[in-house]
């Protein structure tokens, strides 16, 4: 039917975007909550379901894709995500997916391929000729997402209390850093550790200072540029390990937050040895196609196209 209407819900650790789009690929309404990781935020449930709850008797709704982090990696976890979204959408078309498969189904548009995503956590993502899919990283901020803003974050911090303590060279991310939250530098240890402490998602929080690694290193800090570098490094890493499960010269590309940094994305396609192509849709459009695909579309280019479009100035309204 032409007046069909589909929802993509892309979750992550520190944001939920959720779009309604039509045939037409024209982006309807949308809505932005806060991360939805049941990893990291015990009240992840309430988060989603707070957002999707005004599409749930939408008129002509027929299908959702909701890609949602940590979705086919814990078997408990999983039953509970797949259990809100059929709660949620009980008489309509419906798929739960990894997040990262869904912003890799976005970015070639169903086509082989290599993502490495870098957000809040990372991992690689690939697709071979055969359709057959392999995952490489997404172990969490304990164990791994070596390459994500949190990493970077993190050892932002590590760098910047050893700089300050006289164990490495001074820095100009701590100035940066304290003056960005506010704090007195004055009395580093106590200000800084009042300030994790005082986290309520202190993952996010952490991740969100990569943004500041970033624009320092832009204006020349050594450290800085040493902590992307090193982040390429790993990210490099997660290429390397799953290019064998693709054909020889198998396209590769980006998704996550932490690729708006110009700086790592050369320096990560310097190691690689290859330029990645651009995404054919963002994460939320990958999402978008799932739920398409649930009712068979004749999708075409200018669906493709139009979806991009549209997605892009969502994305850049609400910041991301």
């Known amino acids: 039917m032409s007046d069909e209407l589909i929802l993509g819900i892309d979750g992550g650790g520190s944001k939920v975007l959720i779009a309604l789009a039509d045939k037409r690929g024209r982006i309807l309404?949308?809505?932005?909550?806060?991360?939805?990781?049941?990893?990291?935020n015990p009240d992840w449930r309430r988060e989603l379901e707070r957002h999707i709850d005004p599409f749930r008797n939408e008129p002509g709704l027929a299908a959702v894709g909701a890609a949602l982090p940590?979705?086919?990696?814990?078997?408990?976890?999983?039953?509970?995500?797949?259990?809100?979204i059929d709660e949620?959408?009980?008489?309509?078309?419906?798929?739960?997916?990894?997040?990262?498969?869904?912003?890799?189904?976005?970015?070639?548009?169903?086509r082989p391929g290599i993502l490495v995503l870098s957000g809040t956590g990372s991992m690689s993502w690939a697709r071979n000729g055969a359709g057959a899919s392999a995952r490489v990283g997404g172990w969490?901020?304990?164990?791994?997402?070596?390459?994500?803003?949190?990493?970077?974050?993190?050892?932002?911090?590590?760098?910047?209390?050893?700089?300050?303590?006289?164990r490495a060279k001074p820095t100009a991310l701590a100035k940066a850093i304290y003056d960005h939250l506010e704090l007195d530098i004055s009395d580093p240890i106590n200000a800084l550790g009042s300030w994790i402490d005082?986290?309520?998602?202190?993952?996010?929080?952490?991740?969100?200072?990569?943004?500041?690694?970033?624009?320092?290193?832009?204006?020349?800090?050594?450290?800085?540029?040493?902590?992307?570098?090193?982040?390429?490094?790993?990210l490099a890493k997660h290429h390397r390990a799953i290019s064998d499960h693709c054909e020889s010269g198998t396209d590769w590309t980006y998704a996550g937050g932490t690729f708006s940094s110009r700086l790592l994305l050369d320096a990560v396609e310097r190691r690689i040895g290859r330029?990645?192509?651009?995404?054919?849709?963002?994460?939320?459009?990958g999402a978008l196609l799932a739920a398409a695909q649930l009712l068979d579309w004749p999708l075409d280019e200018g669906w493709f196209g139009q979806i991009a479009v549209e997605a892009e100035a969502v994305i850049a309204r609400s910041g991301q």
């Not at 949620?88 to 169903?110: C, E, K, Q, S």
Request: charged share 20%; glycine share 12%; with cysteine.
């Open 275 to 285: 330029q990645a192509i651009a995404p054919v849709l963002p994460p939320i459009g």
């Open 88 to 110: 949620a959408f009980p008489d309509i078309h419906r798929t739960v997916l990894n997040d990262v498969d869904a912003a890799h189904l976005g970015a070639f548009a169903g």
């Open 29 to 40: 309404r949308t809505a932005l909550g806060g991360g939805v990781n049941p990893m990291d």
């Open 140 to 166: 969490g901020d304990v164990i791994g997402d070596e390459g994500s803003s949190y990493w970077i974050g993190r050892e932002a911090l590590h760098l910047i209390s050893q700089s300050l303590d006289g």
């Open 198 to 234: 005082g986290l309520a998602r202190p993952r996010a929080g952490i991740a969100a200072l990569s943004i500041l690694v970033d624009r320092i290193a832009e204006q020349g800090d050594e450290a800085a540029i040493g902590l992307i570098e090193e982040a390429a490094d790993e």
């Open 70 to 84: 940590a979705y086919g990696e814990v078997a408990h976890l999983s039953s509970l995500q797949k259990r809100c």
